[in-house]
């Protein structure tokens, strides 16, 4: 995927042409609705609706892009702002999935774990468990690949609290591990 | 401060940048900074192994996620006109584009750009749909449209500018076929043919495929 491509897409969506932004949505539609759906605890209709609000803001504002950034990186930056205020919504609303999800999720005792799943299966349920904020920091520098600086403009925070979430986002991971029977040597 | 404080101190440092280090996103000022740790200090080349399995995990849990239903972009487009300010109406559709493009020749090679692109991609539908239909075919297809035999299931979208003959290539040297396409969004069905089915296997050879950005744009996980 090229950078100057979404460059030229969002340029022709600026001027309405809608043309350019099913380009813009087809090339990164996917990425915004599993990055939308691991912030909003796995709801899909709700992950899909917040995608399609991501893309009429990338259609109401792609004039106002400035080019200081990526273009994935300015619509992840979006995602990430509709993600949250989404999620505000619903703990005003008093409904708070992450919670139930944990709560679904403490069943097996650790060596239940380790005999139904292998490591693989155990660090996926383990990333599974790491907090909104950590899950975030995660999938954006493992699964989106995202430069430090990246992360820092879609987060909105400085990059040393990137550097510093990821870190203690891997530690809480070794601590779920450890919990779960992997004690994989670090910290 | 000790000497073994400043020694601690730039440990954490260093594994604070492992995780871009092993995705190669670090600037080049972080990047010799950590591989001259590394030199120095070999024991922590063992951290990368966990970054590394900590990034193959994610990346498999974020596949599993699926994608968009394949109305998502219909959805989109129908409620855009009451998302935009009225004045953005011209060149919707692509034979506007086409059309606004001869009637303002000036603007230049942006628009052939835009103009050969559109062509590209439709000579590539074309193309792949002639492997589509020959590969129905084969052996793989049951009469229902579900596949048979020791295969699995990928969707793919390939690169804009990947040539039929690239993309045929490839799925001879991954021994697979296209059995549906296109479908939103550009993406084909296409079937691996595998005899480790595991999920581990699976996940490694969709990788194996993602890698191939000559060919190949994403690769997300098919339903068998």
Redesign the interface.
Same mark, same amino acid.
């Given at each position: 995927m090229s950078k100057d491509d979404d460059a030229e897409l969002l340029r022709r969506t600026a001027v309405g042409d809608e043309t350019a932004l099913r380009g813009l949505f087809a090339r990164h539609q996917t990425r915004v609705f599993r990055f939308v759906l691991r912030r909003l605890a796995g709801n899909a209709a709700v992950a899909e609706e917040v995608t399609n609000e991501v893309f009429l803001e990338v259609w109401r504002n792609a004039g106002k892009f400035a080019g200081a950034s990526a273009v994935a990186t300015w619509i992840l930056s979006i995602a990430h702002h509709r993600a949250v205020s989404r999620l505000r919504k619903r703990r005003e609303e008093s409904w708070d999935e992450d919670a139930a999800a944990a709560l679904q999720d403490a069943g097996d005792n650790p060596e239940v774990a380790v005999q139904k799943a292998d490591k693989g299966a155990i660090l996926r349920r383990c990333l599974d468990k790491l907090s909104a904020e950590h899950k975030a920091i995660v999938d954006l520098v493992y699964y989106h690949e995202l430069s430090i600086s990246e992360a820092s403009e879609v987060l909105q925070i400085p990059e040393n609290t990137v550097k510093t979430r990821m870190f203690y986002a891997r530690k809480r991971l070794s601590d779920l591990l450890k919990a779960a029977g992997v004690d994989r040597g670090w910290p | 401060m000790s000497e073994q404080t400043a020694e601690e101190m730039e440990r954490?440092e260093i594994? /604070?940048?492992l995780?871009?280090y092993a +995705? !190669? =996103?670090?600037?080049r000022v972080d990047m010799a900074k950590v591989e001259s740790y590394l030199d120095r200090h070999p024991q922590l080349r063992? #951290?990368l192994d966990? *970054?590394r $399995?900590? #990034?193959? #995990? +994610? *990346?498999?849990?974020?596949e599993a996620?699926?994608?968009?239903?394949a109305g998502? %972009?219909d @959805?989109? /487009?129908a409620?855009?006109p009451a998302? =935009?300010p009225g004045r953005? @109406?011209? !060149? +919707? @559709?692509?034979f506007a584009?086409v059309a606004d493009f001869f009637a303002t020749p000036t603007a230049g090679a *942006?628009r052939w750009? $835009?103009v050969a692109a559109a062509a590209l991609v439709a000579v590539q539908a074309a193309a792949i749909a002639t492997l589509l239909v020959s590969d129905r075919g084969g052996t793989y297809q049951t009469a229902s449209g579900q596949q048979t035999g020791d295969g699995v299931s990928a969707l793919i %979208?390939f690169a804009?500018d990947a040539t039929a003959e690239a993309i045929s290539r490839l799925l001879a040297e991954f021994d697979a076929n296209i059995v549906d396409g296109p479908k939103p969004?550009?993406l084909y069905k296409i079937r691996l043919r595998m005899e480790d089915r595991s #999920? $581990?296997a699976q996940v490694a050879l969709r990788r194996r495929l993602a890698e191939r950005r000559d060919v190949v @744009? $994403?690769v997300?996980s098919g339903r068998d």
């Open positions: - | 954490e594994e /604070m940048l995780p871009w +995705t !190669g =996103r670090l600037d063992s #951290q966990l *970054v $399995a900590e #990034q193959e #995990q +994610t *990346v498999a849990s974020n996620l699926g994608a968009p239903s998502a %972009i @959805r989109l /487009m409620s855009l998302a =935009r953005w @109406r011209a !060149g +919707t @559709r692509l584009a *942006v750009a $835009a %979208i804009d969004g550009g #999920q $581990a @744009r $994403a997300l």
